[in-house]
Antibody
Framework: EVQLLESGGGLVQPGGSLGLSCAAS????????MSWVRQAPGKGLEWVSL????????TYADSVKGRFTISRDNSKNTVSLQMNSLRAEDTAVYYC????????????WGPGTLVTVSS | DIQMTQSPSSLSASVGDRVTITCRASQTISIYLNWYQQKPGKVPKLLIH???SLQTGVPSRFSGSGSGTDFTLSISSLQPEDFATYYC????????FGQGTKVEIK
């Protein structure tokens, strides 16, 4: 059974940094694209970043480019999101999501972790 | 970036009604359009992929159509469990979502 579990959310001051981690089970992250999608309170879904299977370069939404970094640890079967220079508008639930390569869809979602950027 | 625009942003409907939600892309995306349903406090659920392919386990009252820039999600006979927010998402390039359409009880 595919499962994703995020950790690392919390309260951080503007300009600060936070690292999120996503533990995957039931599949190997190296074989699939993995993504982070966020949802601000009461708002819609916003794609943040995608790391494709294989050696392709990660991609980022313009809103986080240069501040966020996605990475994958195949030995631990985890995906991470390092978030720097955080802003109030980064406040959201961050979902770790599996990308189904052949259909180009988000097929499994973690329960999400809340990141709050506030002084 | 490809922008996705859904309409309407919200709608009120009754059980048994036929409901249609549209999604327009800012440039052609072929058939690379997916639809998700999200209920309050829950994660999104994939309903339809590549424009019109029903995800396994999704009731047949849901259907999708379209190609190029204009797409439609239809619910043939709205059921109580269908009251939710629906999002379109393009996968032609870096993924982007529509702003969502909230389906409420009339």
């Amino acid at each position: 059974e595919v499962q994703l579990l995020e950790s690392g959310g919390g309260l951080v001051q503007p300009g600060g940094s936070l690292g999120l981690s996503c533990a995957a089970s039931g599949f190997t992250v190296s074989s699939y694209g993995m993504s982070w999608v966020r949802q601000a309170p009461g708002k819609g879904l916003e794609w943040v970043s995608l790391i494709a299977a294989g050696g392709h370069s990660p991609t980022y939404a313009d809103s986080v480019k240069g501040r966020f970094t996605i990475s994958r640890d195949n030995s631990k079967n985890t995906v991470s999101l390092q978030m720097n220079s955080l802003r109030a508008e980064d406040t959201a639930v961050y979902y770790c999501v599996k990308w189904k390569n052949d259909q180009s869809v988000f097929d499994y979602w973690g329960p999400g972790t809340l990141v709050t950027v506030s002084s | 970036d490809i922008q996705m625009t859904q309409s309407p942003s919200s709608l009120s409907a009754s059980v048994g009604d036929r409901v249609t939600i549209t999604c327009r892309a800012s440039q052609t995306i072929s058939i690379y359009l997916n639809w998700y349903q999200q209920k309050p406090g829950k994660v999104p659920k994939l309903l339809i992929h590549t424009g019109s392919s029903l995800q396994t386990g999704v009731p047949s009252r849901f259907s999708g159509s379209g190609s190029g820039t204009d797409f439609t999600l239809s619910i043939s006979s709205l059921q109580p469990e269908d009251f939710a927010t629906y999002y379109c998402q393009q996968s032609y390039s870096d993924p982007t979502f529509g702003q969502g359409t909230k389906v409420e009880i009339k």
